[in-house]
């Protein structure tokens, strides 16, 4: 006797908090499985949801991801953003108004931190024919002290490479973020021992609790 | 029972050259199980790729076969952890 396979039940896939419009909102069909991306009110914030796979979602899927990435980058370019942990999927609506009743005085402080503010990221790597480690440590000074005039605060990140020297994230006011590329353009083209890459704009995931709606390793409510 | 006869010899104070020896290899070879078979090492090596394709460094297949093995090598010590297997 062959066992039928049960189709995989869905659930409500937050991507983000937001400021609450003031209306229902609609992304469009951004989300997972091309579904459509709308809010979820709760007093003045909105998550930003969709219906998805109630399932384990890996850090290691590149294309799952990159829909989450795609979806906020849409909801940041009007919007200050939460930045919520990918994963985050909730049996239904009803558990993701609970989680945002519970977590409202975490999202009033992590919506002070980001208003108006963007992530930036900086990794240095020294080159791949280098034999000895030329010495990083003046080089990342000068870095740490230039950017850190045209950011509003900054976090060093893990090293999770031998060939990584610096691996930091700051946060940046968006209307100083042309400064902070000036800034960053300017001491790339002072060095040659060393490889520079600049990404962003994210929201600020290293500068907030992106686990505010669940205290869950992953996510799953 | 090797382990056993060469932790009771040392106990007694008693060293036999060739035992140590054997116990050394035996730590080498748990040590370097235990390299292998720490998710975290691998998650690394994941994101290492991630990064070296992104400057640029390896090409497209490059970065998509060492992925394809790092996956793999990821999940096979996922499942051992889950089975409750360890090394050390």
């Known amino acids: 006797m062959k066992h039928k396979s049960r189709p995989m039940e869905n659930g ?5 908090v ?10 469009g069909n951004i989300g997972f499985g091309g579904n459509e991306v709308y809010t979820i009110d709760y007093k003045e914030f909105s998550s930003v949801a969709s219906v998805a796979p109630l399932k384990k979602y890996d850090m290691e899927n590149e294309k799952e991801i990159e829909t989450h990435q795609n979806v906020v980058n849409e909801v940041m370019k009007d919007n200050s953003v939460i930045p919520v942990a990918y994963g985050m999927i909730f049996k239904n609506r009803k558990l993701v108004l609970a989680s945002m009743r519970v977590a409202q005085k975490a999202m009033k402080k992590g919506l ?14 020294s ?7 030329p010495e990083a440590g003046p080089f990342i000074d000068e ?16 090293l999770f490479s031998k060939r990584l020297v610096l691996n930091k994230a700051y946060l940046v006011d968006k209307d100083r973020v042309d400064t902070f590329s ?3 353009e300017a001491l790339k083209s002072k060095c ?13 995931y290293n500068f907030v609790d992106i686990k505010i709606l669940s205290k869950h390793r992953e996510g799953r409510r | 029972m090797f382990l056993f006869d060469d932790v009771l010899m040392s106990m007694m104070g008693v060293s036999v050259p060739g035992l140590n020896l054997f116990s050394t290899l035996e730590l080498i070879k748990d040590l370097a199980y235990k390299e292998l078979y720490d998710p975290e090492i691998t998650r690394n090596e994941i994101k290492e790729n991630r990064m070296l394709y992104e400057f640029g460094e390896i090409s497209e297949e490059v970065y998509t076969a060492r ?4 996956m793999n090598r990821l999940e096979q010590v996922q499942k051992l952890l889950n089975a409750n297997v360890s090394f050390l």
């Open chain 1, 143 to 158: 870095f740490e002290k230039e950017l850190g005039k045209v950011s509003s605060d900054s976090k060093k990140l893990k």
């Open chain 2, 67 to 70: 992925k394809t093995e790092l």
């Open chain 1, 18 to 27: 937001i400021r609450a419009p003031g209306e229902a909102k609609s992304f």
């Open chain 1, 192 to 204: 040659k021992v060393f490889n520079v890459q600049y990404s962003g704009p994210w929201p600020a």
């Open chain 1, 112 to 125: 002070k931190v980001v208003e108006g503010k963007v992530e930036l990221g900086i990794k240095i790597i």
């Open chain 1, 182 to 184: 000036d800034s960053v």
């Open chain 1, 127 to 133: 080159q791949q024919e280098q034999t000895g480690r």
């Open chain 1, 12 to 16: 409500v896939y937050v991507y983000c």
